[in-house]
């Protein structure tokens, strides 16, 4: 079974510029989470959604910031208009259910550099 | 509201040397505990889990017991390969929602 997939790997941007980050969670799962890794602040976790439904987007930065499940197997990350402070590793990871117990998939990551 | 705190790395060992990397939490009620790992240019992926007090969670060698009385979720590892080295995660799922709150992460290098 394919795990999540996050696309593109890769991504180098200019200021300004929009950005969309894709990812398609495994099949069968009910929750989506997106998250951002950089060195000075770790991992955060940005927004998350069940079924398709967002829950908490408090960990949004700003209104630069914006994300979408329009159905159980694809969601976006957008970023319009982008900065370089943004420029970190955007992780997509997936969840069977919402038990608390339960482990999250996560996505290879896409490496954002805005310049 | 409910955190992990995890030691700071770098962590430096030889290899088959002893590991611990600590680990402890504050959090309301019985959250479920996990340990993630990431290796060079990957995502974290799970690396084992307790969901109850004095649980063992253990995978490849590693080890963790959930202590309720000092809230803490030690990793272990009696002999360690240059194939650990990658940064380790401690985190906590909590009664209320799904998410998972992580810790900071700590980065292991194992010397040959």
């Known amino acids: 079974d394919a795990g999540v997939i996050q696309s593109p790997r890769h991504e180098v941007t200019e200021m300004g510029q929009e950005v969309t980050l894709r990812c398609k969670p495994i099949?069968?799962?009910?929750?989506l989470f997106w998250y951002r890794q950089t060195m000075m602040r770790g991992l955060e976790l940005l927004i998350y959604?069940?079924?398709?439904?967002?829950?908490?987007d408090s960990g949004m930065p700003e209104d630069r910031f914006s994300a979408k499940m329009p159905n159980a197997s694809f969601s976006t990350l957008k970023i319009q208009p982008s900065e370089p402070r943004d420029s970190a590793v955007y992780f997509c990871?997936?969840?069977?259910?919402?038990?608390?117990?339960?482990?999250?998939?996560f996505g290879p990551g896409t490496r954002l550099l805005v310049l | 509201g409910d955190s992990v705190t995890q030691m700071e790395g770098p962590v430096t060992l030889s290899e088959e040397a002893f590991l611990t990397i600590n680990c402890t939490y504050t959090?309301?009620?019985?959250?479920?505990l996990f340990w993630y790992v990431q290796y060079p240019g990957e995502g974290l992926q799970l690396l084992l889990k307790?969901?109850?007090?004095?649980d063992k969670g253990s995978n490849k060698g590693f080890e963790a017991t959930y202590r309720k009385e000092t809230t803490s979720f030690h990793l272990e590892k009696g002999s360690v390969q240059v194939s650990d080295s990658a940064v380790y995660f401690c985190?906590?799922?909590?009664?209320?929602?799904?998410?998972?709150?992580f810790g900071k992460g700590t980065r292991l290098h194992i010397l040959p």
């Open positions: 307790a969901t109850k007090a004095d």
């Open positions: 985190a906590l799922s909590g009664n209320r929602d799904d998410k998972i709150i």
């Open positions: 990871a997936s969840s069977p259910s919402t038990l608390a117990q339960e482990t999250q998939y």
């Open positions: 959604f069940n079924n398709n439904v967002p829950i908490d």
């Open positions: 099949s069968g799962h009910n929750s």
């Open positions: 959090a309301t009620g019985y959250p479920s």
